[in-house]
């Protein structure tokens, strides 16, 4: 396959060592920022003193001193130095791993996509959008032990699908509740701007886009949990047709590499339904015709990618039952049943 090239060994390892250090780093993260966040100090109030903890403008007291809260402030201290010196420690260890894999020129992804990824993992936790447009391309050919060729992937923006049903919940450091405008702009490139109110993308000034989608209510008139903005002034999610099932659809997480060598966590939709819900955008009336030879493009190289190096993720009968009917008669001509070849010689018993 022209359009898609097996890595060697030694940057499939070097791959494989980068994940483990991204894996480790955001467990420790999140231990840091379940436990470990803010101060803990004594106060004397009324001629006492009692053990506080501060987050950020918020505090609490945990009772008098006495030996239960001595042992309190003594834990916190001991552990949220650990965690300090670890997380430190891991990121030399992902800077080193990173350079060496710049010098294999093994980084795929977009430099801004992979920050843009990381720091929604880190300030939502394991329930980060899914991403579904070219950019899963990325996260499929991690999965296949390959590269497609750059004209596959290559975009100017990144997809995110948003669950509705459920409201992204960010925080910042002090625990106060923060919109996906100001996150990207204060941790990703604050030349991140929406056109107007109420737009659903995020464009900067290299022109990079980041759109926010989620599947159309059923009824129209319903209002979705997660469909409202996170704050004032946020960017909103725009309702698109024929997403619900691929929300609905089981999700694979990858650790991809950016342009810069650095991990970049990637939760997408399983990879059939992905060449599924593109077959079936790609012979709507209402799609760009360019897209659609495109969508059909990436599709079918993913299908013969698949069949190849990712034999567990077949085209079934199965899977073919649990779409959508219009999903599934758009790709009739498209995908072949895997259970119903009937080329095989000798008996079927």
């Not at 394991?126 to 750059?150: M, Q, S, Y």
């Not at 995110?160 to 996150?183: A, K, Q």
């Not at 059939?272 to 599709?299: C, L, M, S, T």
Request: hydrophobic share 40%.
């Amino acid at each position: 396959m022209s359009f898609f090239n097996e890595l060697e060994g030694r940057s499939l390892k070097e791959r494989i060592e980068l994940a483990q250090l991204w894996e480790a780093w955001i467990a420790a993260e999140d231990l840091r920022r379940h436990s470990y966040l803010g101060s803990m100090r004594w106060e004397r109030r009324g001629g006492f003193e009692y053990l506080y903890r501060w987050i950020g403008r918020s505090g609490k007291s945990l009772g008098p001193r006495a030996a239960e809260t001595e042992a309190m402030y003594a834990a916190f201290k001991e552990g949220q130095a650990r965690i300090r010196t670890r997380l430190r420690s891991l990121s030399a260890e992902i800077d080193t791993q990173a350079a060496i894999l710049r010098g294999l020129r093994a980084g795929r992804l977009p430099q801004v996509s992979g920050r843009i990824l990381r720091e929604l993992r880190i300030h939502v936790g394991g329930t980060t959008p899914r991403v579904i447009g070219t950019n899963a391309l990325f996260a499929f050919e991690a999965l296949a032990g390959g590269a497609f060729e750059t004209a596959m992937t290559a975009t100017g923006d990144i997809d995110l699908l948003l669950d509705d049903r459920h409201p992204l919940r960010l925080l910042t450091e002090e625990r106060e509740r923060i919109g996906l405008t100001r996150l990207i702009q204060a941790r990703v490139d604050k030349t991140f701007q929406p056109r107007g109110a109420g737009d659903y993308r995020l464009t900067n000034d290299a022109g990079y886009m980041i759109e926010f989608v989620r599947p159309t209510p059923r009824p129209l008139y319903r209002t979705m949990p997660g469909a409202q903005p996170l704050e004032r002034g946020d960017v909103e999610s725009a309702p698109l047709e024929g997403l619900q099932w691929l929300l609905n659809a089981p999700s694979i997480e990858v650790v991809v590499v950016d342009e810069r060598g650095y991990p970049a966590p990637m939760r997408c939709p399983d990879p059939r339904y992905w060449v599924a819900h593109k077959f079936w955008v790609a012979q709507r009336e209402d799609r760009d015709p360019a897209k659609g030879i495109r969508d059909r493009r990436q599709a079918a190289a993913l299908v013969a990618v698949m069949r190849r190096h990712l034999p567990n993720f077949p085209f079934d009968r199965r899977f073919r039952e649990g779409l959508p009917k219009a999903v599934g008669d758009a790709i009739a001509g498209s995908l072949q049943d895997e259970s119903d070849e009937t080329h095989l010689d000798g008996p079927r018993w």
